[in-house]
């Protein structure tokens, strides 16, 4: 193997690598830190370009690069015991930096385009929050073709857990991906059509993700609180987000998704906040919404899904 590591093939193959990684692409979204199956396919595919023998594999390839300091093995404290661990690579000469949750995130995702930033990270990185991180979460987007389907609401007022927004069951944060410095990193499975609101961050020089818009960021909170922090941080994001939102793209998410719950609990979070929309396609759905839920017309439903509320608001029609 030294012998490799000392020839004019090996100095091809660097060169190629340090070629592919000069800038972030969907293909390579983060080019100083790899997940170990990517950085195997990446350096096999240099290898074929190469023309170099094929007893020159993936594992070889890597076992090379970290004798020549070139990558450097992040360890992850811990994972479900069924799942195989996650192994993570940083792709630069030095001492290993700090890796960021979103980094982390992304680099041990297999695609790039069904993958997102969202929940508590998100609010994290708008700044919606200033509360201790509890959890990290990644959506990754299913292929569905179908149409969103409204979940089960009471239709009137009563006593049972689901109409104050109380379960038996503590709600599901997605499937546990790995601890990293105490805290636990989640996947979660998403309709694409409850997601409508997603941009491509350029995080570093070395790094893009695609993440929840600020609207979409605020929108998931009364959709999963608990992954967002809980109802704590929830209002918390609202006042801080509330000054800083496009009205006109919350209605086009708003319409997208064609929730009329969702639309209430975001007219109270307004209103809460004193946020008068100015764009009228906005004004109008809210305004359809409130008169619905005062005719009686809507069931009474909880302000926060799996959170347990009694306060009667009548304008929304809404457990708060």
């Known amino acids: 193997m030294n012998e490799i590591i000392n020839s004019t093939l090996w100095t091809q193959i660097l060169a190629e690598l340090g070629e592919r990684l000069k800038k972030p692409s969907t293909e390579l979204p983060n080019v100083q830190w790899l997940s170990e199956p990517r950085l195997k396919r990446l350096l096999v595919d240099i290898r074929k370009a190469a023309k170099a023998p094929p007893t020159l594999s993936g594992v070889k390839l890597?076992?090379?690069?970290?004798?020549?300091?070139?990558?450097?093995?992040?360890?992850?404290?811990?994972?479900?015991?069924?799942?195989?661990?996650?192994?993570?690579y940083y792709l630069e000469?030095?001492?290993m930096p700090s890796i960021s949750p979103v980094e982390l995130l992304q680099t041990t995702q297999v695609s790039f385009d069904r993958s997102v930033i969202c929940y508590f990270t998100a609010l994290e990185y708008h700044e919606l929050t200033t509360q201790e991180t509890p959890h990290h979460h990644i959506a990754s987007l299913k292929s569905t073709s179908g149409q969103i389907v409204s979940e089960p609401l009471p239709s009137s007022p009563g006593n049972d857990?689901?109409?104050?927004?109380?379960?038996?069951?503590?709600?599901?944060?997605?499937?546990?991906?790995?601890?990293?410095?105490?805290?636990?990193?989640?996947?979660?499975?998403?309709?694409?059509?409850?997601?409508?609101?997603?941009?491509?961050?350029?995080?570093?020089?070395?790094?893009?993700?695609?993440?929840?818009?600020?609207?979409?960021?605020?929108?998931?909170?009364?959709?999963?609180?608990?992954?967002?922090?809980?109802?704590?941080?929830?209002?918390?994001?609202?006042?801080?987000?509330?000054?800083l939102l496009d009205d006109t793209r919350l209605f086009e998410y708003l319409k997208k998704i064609g929730r009329a719950d969702l639309t209430r609990r975001v007219g109270y979070m307004l209103e809460n906040n004193n946020f008068s929309p100015v764009?009228?396609?906005?004004?109008?759905?809210?305004?359809?919404?409130?008169?619905?839920?005062?005719?009686?017309?809507?069931?009474i439903i909880p302000l926060l899904p799996d959170v347990p509320s009694k306060t009667l608001n009548e304008t929304w029609g809404l457990y708060t």
């Open 93 to 95: 000469l030095g001492a």
């Open 62 to 88: 890597l076992r090379m690069l970290v004798d020549s300091k070139l990558a450097q093995m992040l360890k992850l404290d811990d994972c479900p015991s069924s799942k195989k661990p996650h192994v993570v």
């Open 161 to 243: 857990n689901t109409q104050t927004g109380q379960s038996d069951r503590a709600p599901s944060l997605g499937t546990l991906l790995f601890y990293y410095q105490g805290v636990p990193y989640y996947v979660t499975y998403r309709d694409p059509k409850w997601v409508p609101g997603i941009q491509t961050v350029l995080l570093s020089p070395t790094c893009q993700v695609r993440m929840t818009t600020l609207e979409q960021t605020l929108l998931d909170t009364l959709h999963k609180p608990w992954s967002c922090g809980g109802p704590s941080v929830v209002f918390e994001a609202w006042e801080r987000g509330v000054p």
């Open 279 to 299: 764009d009228s396609g906005l004004c109008k759905l809210l305004s359809d919404a409130k008169a619905k839920a005062k005719e009686g017309l809507l069931p």
